[in-house]
């Protein structure tokens, strides 16, 4: 989540509050990084958000 909160120029709390909202909603998901075990990916859901069928596309990790 700090990357993705410094990304929009905002603290890592409000990011991680905005994050589960749009989970809770189906906007996206999150995953563990497979490479650091402290940190998660954020995956968008397609369909839900473009009407696509495909599955979850990697925003940002690491």
Not at 13 to 35: F, H, K, M, Q, W
Request: aromatic share 4%; proline share 6%; net charge positive.
């Amino acid at each position: 989540m700090n990357r993705l909160a410094e990304r929009i120029d905002r603290k890592k709390n409000t990011v991680t509050g905005l994050i589960s909202t749009l989970e809770e909603r189906g906007y996206c998901r999150r995953a563990p990084d497979p490479d650091d075990a402290r940190a998660q990916l954020v995956f968008r859901l397609l369909s839900r958000i473009c009407g696509f069928p495909s599955g979850p596309m990697r925003l940002l990790g690491g």
